[in-house]
Each structure stands twice: as structure tokens, then as C-alpha cells.
């Protein structure tokens, strides 16, 4: 065969090539393929058997943001509750909850970077702390310190993690887990703002307030039914926040709370100005009680010192205060301010905390206060 047909050959290939590939003017253009939907947002839900088991907050939470319109989420992690969870609905039951660990042991044997490895979210809910508390041994910086590692391992596997922690509900599982748990979620939020960030925020969710460890848990520790629909209505609104919208109150506000009465303020000793004390049950369970002392200055001079009474009828017994000096003499409970917390300005307010036992019955006690 010649040179000079084969090159015919080759050319008349070409021209069809072309033509077959040529848009003619006129000829409608085809539309590029349709791209596939947006790549769910990976949502790990982080912690102990709070989150493990059942953990039912994660699947009311799952449900609550697919109807506010939050459908292209995945939760992800290496457990899963298996949809135990049995609410007549379907729900993303993946989790990184594990029973009985801690955040300074998941920090110290390194366990979060294979979980972020495996699972590549982008946000982390965190509710972690509970198990630290335990015996009261283990200092706050040090809790504090691997909630930063955490953080820092979270970043190091995704530089822009949105990282939601929680102010730990109610942990009344040994005698000092109380006062601990209030004093670790007061820390909780200078922490997050010291490390939250721009690309990489920290939202701190308050998961403490209202949430009544007597009739939210089962074991003063572990919520129950109340307690996970308590959990998954906090969680709900700072989640959809992170995830580029704020959906409808989950349920109807209700009606406005009554005003409580303040109790008359007590009469001082002259020099002293006014002062009104207010008190408050924060929480009960069987057999003690964690109540709240407001302490105002209703003088127009700053004080440096104050004093507060507590008269409590019916047998209670303090055993453990903070933000303040507290002793009992019978029924009557005595707290002065610590060095910190004495000053305040014309209208400043500060306020104290105690446990106490109690045998069945709780009056709301008679309360005075004196400034100086």
C-alpha cells in the first residue's frame, strides 16, 4: 500500500472526528452533567457515657435540626448506639461517646487524633468533664489543661473545626462532684475565649442552668428522659448557628414567669447601708439539697466587707461552701465574703453556694444580709 492513501485515510478520519464534534450554529448545546449534592457537614458528637449510652439527646438533637431544614449533616464517629434510641423516628446514631473515660485520659493517651482521623468532621460537640470530677482529686488546670490539648488535636486534624463544649450538667455522684462541677463550669467559658478563633471558634453551650440533676437523671449523674430533651434543646440553637442558620425556637415560649417576691432587706447596723439578700434551691435530690445566696448592695457606697444569715428550720446541715466563709450554729448558717468578693459598687451583687443534707422536707429559709 502507498504512503499517499494512508495519508487520505488518516485525513478522512480527522474531518469525521471533527464533524461529529463541531457544534453547528443553532444546534442546542448540552447541559454540563449536574454536579452531586454538597458534601454533608460531619458532626461528631464527643464524650462519655453521657454521649455513649444510650445517649438519646443525639438522636432528638438529629431530629430536631433535620426539621428546622438541617438535612445535609452526617454524625459520625467509631461507636453507634445502634438506633436504640426509640422515638418513631430515624436517626444518625454514629457517636464518639465512650463510658467511663475522661478528658484527661483521653489527652494523655493521645486517643482523640485516630477517632478525628477516621471520622473527618467538621464540627465537634463536646460534653466531657464528668468522670474528671470524680473524688474530687484532680485539679482544674489540670482538667483545663487537656480540654486545650483536645482542642489543639482537633485543630491539627482540621485547621477550621468548630468546636461546641459544654458547661457539664449536674454531677452529684460523689461529695465533692457538686461544688466541683459548679467551679469547672465557671471556668469553662475564659477558657473557650482565651482559645477561641476566628476560622476555629468555640461555642460554649450552658448545659448546667435549669437542669435539675433530682428529676433529669436517673442516678444524680446519668440524665434520664427529661434530662436527654433537656441536653438536645440546649445543644440545638448553637449547633444550627455553626452550621449557618438559626432555626425556630424547638418548642413555643411559655408564659412569662412570675416575679418572686425579694424578700424585705434586713435592717442594718448604722454605718452599714442596705442590703438585700435573695436565696434559691439550685438543685435536690434525696437527702440534700444545693442551694443559693444572692447578696446586693443597695447602698450609694461601695463596701468592703458582708455578711449573710441563713435560718434553716428543718434540720439541714451545710457541708461544703464556696465563695464564701461559712460556719452553722444550730439552724442559723453564717457566710462572709473571701477576699475576693467583699467589694462591691452601689448595686453590685455577688453570691454564694452550699450543699446540705436534708430528711425530707426543705422550707425556703429566712435570709438577711448586712454590708459594711
Known amino acids: 500500500m502507498s504512503r499517499k492513501p494512508l495519508r487520505h485515510a488518516v485525513l478522512a478520519a480527522i474531518i469525521t472526528t471533527l464533524a461529529l464534534t463541531m457544534v453547528l450554529p443553532g444546534t442546542p448545546v448540552r447541559s454540563a452533567p449536574r454536579q452531586s449534592a454538597a458534601v454533608p457537614t460531619r458532626i461528631m458528637p464527643l464524650g462519655d457515657s453521657i454521649t455513649a449510652g444510650p445517649g438519646c439527646w ?32 430515624s436517626y444518625d446514631a454514629d457517636h464518639e461517646g465512650h463510658g467511663g473515660f475522661s478528658a484527661v ?4 493517651n ?9 471520622a473527618r468532621p467538621d464540627v465537634v460537640v463536646m460534653h466531657l468533664g464528668t468522670n474528671d470530677l470524680w473524688g474530687g482529686w484532680q485539679s482544674m488546670d489540670t482538667i483545663l489543661a487537656a480540654f486545650t490539648k483536645l482542642v489543639g488535636q482537633m485543630r491539627a486534624n482540621n485547621p477550621s473545626m468548630k468546636i461546641i463544649v459544654s458547661q457539664i450538667i449536674p454531677h452529684h455522684g460523689c461529695t465533692t462532684c457538686p461544688a466541683d462541677t459548679i467551679t469547672l463550669n465557671n471556668r469553662i467559658p475564659g477558657w473557650a475565649a482565651g482559645l477561641t ?30 434530662g436527654f430533651r433537656k441536653m438536645a434543646n440546649r ?10 442558620g438559626t432555626p425556630p425556637p424547638t418548642s413555643p415560649p411559655g408564659p412569662a414567669p412570675s416575679a418572686t417576691p425579694t424578700p424585705p432587706p434586713s435592717t442594718p447596723p448604722p ?57 452553722q450554729a444550730g439552724a442559723t448558717v453564717t457566710a462572709r465574703n473571701v477576699s475576693w468578693n467583699g467589694g462591691l459598687a452601689p448595686g453590685g451583687t455577688t453570691s454564694f453556694g452550699f450543699l446540705a443534707s436534708s430528711t425530707g422536707s426543705n422550707p425556703t429559709p429566712v435570709v438577711n444580709c448586712a454590708v459594711s
Not at 485520659?105 to 494523655?108: S, V
Open 110 to 118: 493521645n486517643q482523640l487524633p485516630p477517632w478525628l482521623s477516621a
Open 235 to 244: 445543644f440545638h440553637p448553637a449547633l444550627a448557628r455553626v452550621l449557618g
Open 58 to 89: 443525639r438522636a432528638l438533637l438529629w431530629n430536631q435540626l433535620q426539621t428546622a431544614g438541617f438535612s445535609n449533616i452526617d454524625f459520625v464517629g467509631s461507636a453507634s448506639d445502634g438506633g436504640s434510641c426509640n422515638y418513631g423516628f
Open 105 to 108: 485520659g483521653i489527652a494523655d
Open 271 to 327: 454605718g452599714n447601708g442596705r442590703c438585700t439578700a435573695t436565696y434559691q434551691v439550685v438543685s435536690q435530690w434525696s437527702g440534700g439539697f444545693q442551694g443559693e445566696v444572692s447578696v446586693r448592695n443597695g447602698s450609694t457606697a461601695a463596701t468592703s466587707t458582708w455578711t449573710a444569715t441563713v435560718s434553716l428550720g428543718s434540720g439541714q446541715q451545710v457541708s461544703q461552701a464556696w465563695n464564701a466563709t461559712v460556719t
Open 197 to 226: 478563633t476566628i476560622q476555629s471558634p468555640i461555642v460554649v453551650v450552658d448545659q448546667w442552668t435549669g437542669f435539675d440533676a433530682a428529676t433529669d437523671t436517673g442516678d444524680g449523674v446519668h440524665p434520664n428522659e427529661s
